[in-house]
């Protein structure tokens, strides 16, 4: 991401406008035990107003800002694409401040997680024809939980990348502005870390690490053994602890 590391001065940070407004707090854990529930999570099978009105606070309910030509320049646009004739850039009105109209990259993620949020059981009924995913007794915590650990890192990180938005010109019935997501990133390299984890010195497959000493696979609901390994294949080895993630 644009907001690289925790040196400002860094030349490949200097595009974020809102580095001004980056503190940090002091070093803390992640308040995320397993049933926890907090303003952005109810209960299990709960839908309450304020948990609504907590996730719209931290997504669309942020607004826009507002950046100058200089600054839109920075984001490696060009004059061209700036006044592009079929799409340019969205200026905020003169009478509102003027400048081009931006979104941080943090409200747009919280937004796209609170949209998941509202639809998680889109394809429940396929996954659970494959046997796959959460067990019936534990949906509502285990996505509430992985919900809650998504939101907890996109607002420790909080991408302060501004996209931009953009005039469809081609689209008379359009009345606002569209978003342009391609901002630019300096970006971590994905597949050295996962290459780093899987095929390093310090790998540990699920099945190889050991399983908790009380753990009886003889009494009723206990979670399975690992399948022999010539039924699991690779696919197998990516259910973290057989596929059950309990609290």
């Given at each position: 991401?644009?907001?690289?590391?925790?040196?400002p001065?860094?030349?490949?940070c200097?595009?974020?406008?809102?580095?001004?407004?980056i503190?940090?707090?002091?070093?803390a854990?992640?308040?995320?035990?397993?049933?926890?529930?907090?303003?952005?999570?109810d209960?299990?099978?709960?839908?309450?107003?304020?948990?609504?009105?907590?996730?719209?606070?931290i997504?669309?309910?942020?607004?826009?800002?507002?950046?100058?030509?200089?600054?839109?320049?920075?984001?490696?646009y060009?004059?061209?694409?700036?006044n592009?004739?079929?799409?340019?850039?969205h200026?905020?009105?003169?009478?509102?401040?003027?400048?081009?109209?931006a979104?941080?990259?943090v409200?747009h993620?919280?937004?796209?997680?609170?949209?998941?949020?509202?639809?998680?059981?889109?394809?429940?009924?396929?996954?659970?024809?494959?046997?796959?995913?959460?067990?019936?007794?534990?949906?509502?915590?285990?996505?509430?939980?992985?919900i809650?650990?998504?939101?907890?890192?996109l607002?420790c990180?909080?991408?302060?990348?501004?996209?931009?938005?953009?005039?469809?010109?081609?689209?008379?019935?359009r009345?606002?502005?569209l978003?342009?997501?391609?901002?630019?990133?300096?970006?971590?390299?994905?597949?050295?870390?996962?290459d780093?984890?899987?095929?390093?010195?310090?790998a540990?497959?699920?099945r190889?690490?050991?399983?908790?000493?009380?753990w009886?696979?003889?009494?009723?609901?206990?979670?399975?053994?690992?399948?022999?390994?010539?039924?699991?294949?690779?696919?197998?080895?990516?259910?973290?602890?057989?596929?059950?993630?309990?609290?």
């Amino acid at each position: 991401m644009t907001l690289c590391d925790r040196d400002p001065n860094k030349r490949d940070c200097a595009t974020a406008p809102a580095l001004e407004a980056i503190q940090y707090l002091p070093p803390a854990h992640y308040k995320a035990e397993f049933r926890q529930t907090n303003p952005w999570r109810d209960g299990p099978g709960e839908h309450s107003d304020h948990v609504d009105v907590a996730w719209h606070k931290i997504e669309l309910g942020a607004g826009g800002i507002r950046l100058t030509e200089e600054e839109v320049l920075a984001l490696n646009y060009t004059h061209e694409t700036i006044n592009d004739p079929a799409r340019p850039l969205h200026k905020v009105p003169d009478e509102h401040g003027g400048g081009y109209l931006a979104m941080l990259e943090v409200f747009h993620l919280l937004h796209c997680l609170n949209t998941l949020r509202m639809g998680l059981f889109y394809n429940y009924d396929h996954y659970k024809n494959l046997d796959e995913g959460v067990p019936d007794e534990n949906i509502y915590t285990h996505f509430d939980h992985c919900i809650d650990m998504l939101r907890l890192q996109l607002m420790c990180t909080a991408d302060v990348t501004p996209a931009l938005f953009y005039d469809p010109l081609d689209n008379p019935l359009r009345r606002d502005a569209l978003p342009d997501w391609s901002s630019q990133h300096t970006c971590r390299n994905f597949d050295a870390i996962l290459d780093w984890n899987k095929n390093g010195p310090r790998a540990v497959r699920w099945r190889d690490a050991g399983a908790n000493p009380t753990w009886d696979p003889t009494l009723e609901g206990a979670d399975p053994p690992f399948p022999p390994e010539s039924q699991e294949g690779e696919a197998g080895e990516g259910h973290h602890a057989g596929g059950h993630h309990h609290g």
